[in-house]
């Protein structure tokens, strides 16, 4: 209540506010209130409305296995949201710069975390194969820099990157080195953030659950 009094919130913002500090008291990754999350959060709710409707449904698809390899490797199972951030949960998902996938992998970062990329096969493609290579990145990136919101901003900007700003500004803590990161890079962290809240909130907001095209009956195994 203190908090909300010197930071003087309007009723939708102390709204947003209470609701993620119940998410951060369930999480080891910091959930914190600031505009930037506010501004990404109001996003997702007043734009992308479609967006997350879509993620609703198809998450079931996708989001029961993330788990269950985050939970294996022993990492905060919210990090299935990053998908969403990454790809919009589009195993076929490919960005200008090549990176594929639903994690959006590039290149060398997949042949680094075992996944084969040939002209004929391109296992960053393979949703199981690519989320077991993102946890085991993910494990390594907490290894080196103990820090869940250093660890998103190593992921989308590079770890010597983000390791770079911390010696060169003289901090590890992620919102004292916001200012001074790349807008992609500064932005990604807020975005994971607002994923993470509308994802959990939608039912509150009224937003409907699209259900996905996806016919299981059509399938086959080659």
């Known amino acids: 209540d203190d908090t909300v009094k010197i930071l003087k919130l309007t ?10 500090k119940l998410l951060d008291e369930s999480s080891p990754i910091d959930f914190s209130y600031n505009k930037s999350t506010e501004y990404y959060i109001n996003k997702y709710l007043e734009r992308d409305v479609k967006l997350i409707s879509r993620m609703l449904g198809i998450s079931p698809y996708y989001f029961p296995m993330m ?12 990090l299935k949201y990053l998908a969403i951030v990454e790809s919009s949960l589009n195993p076929r998902a490919r960005s200008k710069s090549g990176a594929t996938g639903l994690w959006q992998f590039m290149y060398n970062t997949g042949k680094e975390y075992g996944l084969e990329v040939t002209s004929y096969i391109d296992e960053r493609q393979d949703p199981l194969k690519s989320t077991q290579a993102a946890c085991e990145y993910f494990v390594k990136l907490y290894e080196r820099f103990g820090d869940w919101n250093l660890v998103l901003a190593a992921y989308n900007g590079g770890p010597s990157y983000i390791q770079r700003k911390i010696v060169s500004i003289g901090t590890s803590d992620f919102w004292e080195l916001y200012p001074y990161l790349r807008k992609e890079t500064r932005n990604y962290i807020p975005t994971f953030i607002a994923v993470n809240y509308v994802m959990n909130y939608a039912r509150e907001y009224a937003i409907n659950t699209e259900s996905p095209r996806i016919q299981l009956s059509k399938t086959d195994t080659i």
């Open 67 to 78: 788990e269950q390899q985050l939970d294996k490797f022993q990492i905060p199972l919210e």
């Open 11 to 20: 009723p939708s913002e102390d709204l947003i506010y209470r609701r993620l």
